[in-house]
């Protein structure tokens, strides 16, 4: 967005999500460790900890989640994208204090756990709240679970299962908005692209074939050339018959597909459900006239 957008109209949106986000956190007696970037580092337990952070700080990431519908409706108005949130949630041990120089310092905290919600987080898409076991454990009684999900982490041998939280009840009952099912709209005629593997900030100068042959408004479902890693994150070139390439539409991931009755691969190619994480106007209006062209 920083990319297509004017500085001072990027500089508006982040001051304006930050702050309703930062006023959602503190509400809820987080603490802000630091922006990076667009996201936001908190934690709950210090300086002072309490028998409920970890239920505070599910409560709070719902409560987040909830004030990006409103700013997504103000975004709307001003004729502006629409913004996209994941948040990530573990519970563990964390050195806290003020940490620096004596020109320089701040209150933060630093350890593992720290870098375990940082993983957590980067397997989330917009819309989601991922906690860890740990977290989950401690709030199991009051959770509103719709999904689990395995994954792997670099350096633990086994995989942990990540869990979906839709709501809380208990002191701080809230809940994330109901959300209408997506309609699964089939193209008359597969959408080609090319897609990279991502790891981290690195994109793969290796590229593999696709056909987009289904869409929703947020996700898609392809085939491709060769399997890619569940969860991971991927920048396609969509290339329509006759039209310009259009590039840098990022998605992530979400599932291998085997519908009741049907193989797993058409054509001996893997069927994927990417979730659509980041999609520029251009494409957007491109995705926009395959939906219609069917409906």
Known sequence: MSARLPPHGVIDILNRYLERMVDTVQHYRGTIDEFQGDGILAFFGAPLAAEDDQQRAVACAIAMQNALVEINAEQQQLGLPALNMGIGINTGQAIVGNIGSEKHAKYSAVGSAINEAFHIE???IGGQILISPSTYEGVRELAEVQSTQEVQ???????????????????????????????????ATPLPFQCFSIDGKTVSDRAITGQITHLT???AEAVIASPVALHSNL?????????????EVYAKVISYLEPPGEPVSQDGQPRIRLGLTSVPDTAQRLLDRQRTAVS
Do not use: C
């Not at 995989?159 to 089939?186: F, N, R, S």
């Not at 920048?235 to 590039?247: K, V």
């Open 122 to 124: 980067s397997y989330t």
């Open 153 to 187: 982490f670099k350096g633990p041998k086994h995989p942990i299962t990540l869990h979906d939280i839709a709501g809380i009840g208990g002191q701080y009952a809230i809940a994330l908005p109901i959300k209408t099912p997506e309609t699964i709209v089939p193209l």
């Open 217 to 219: 408004d947020t996700s």
């Open 235 to 247: 920048m396609l070139r969509l290339r329509p018959t006759d039209e310009p390439e259009i590039s």
